[in-house]
């Protein structure tokens, strides 16, 4: 499965919310950011603590798809 965090930085973009913002309430590096950007994976410690600064659901954030699907 692939996964993609377009629906977190639509969120973010609604919100006028910075990377910087995000990172300071969740509490995470820009590693993170980086690694959401490129699509990769990143631990649920850090979805949760996304999902708490947003105040919103993992489904509101992400999306998985099979890996031959395009995002």
């Known amino acids: 499965m692939a996964v993609s ?3 977190l930085f639509h969120m973010m973009i ?3 919310m910075s990377n910087a913002q995000l990172m300071e309430q969740a509490g995470f590096s ?3 950011i980086t690694r ?3 699509g990769s994976y990143i ?3 850090s979805v ?3 999902c708490r600064a ?3 659901g993992v489904d509101d ?3 998985l798809y099979p890996m031959n699907m395009k995002r």
């Open 5 to 7: 965090y377009k629906k």
């Open 14 to 16: 609604e919100r006028d």
């Open 36 to 38: 959401m950007k490129r």
């Open 61 to 63: 954030i992400l999306s």
């Open 43 to 45: 631990s649920l410690e």
């Open 54 to 56: 947003m105040c919103c």
């Open 30 to 32: 820009a590693n993170i």
């Open 48 to 50: 949760e603590s996304i």
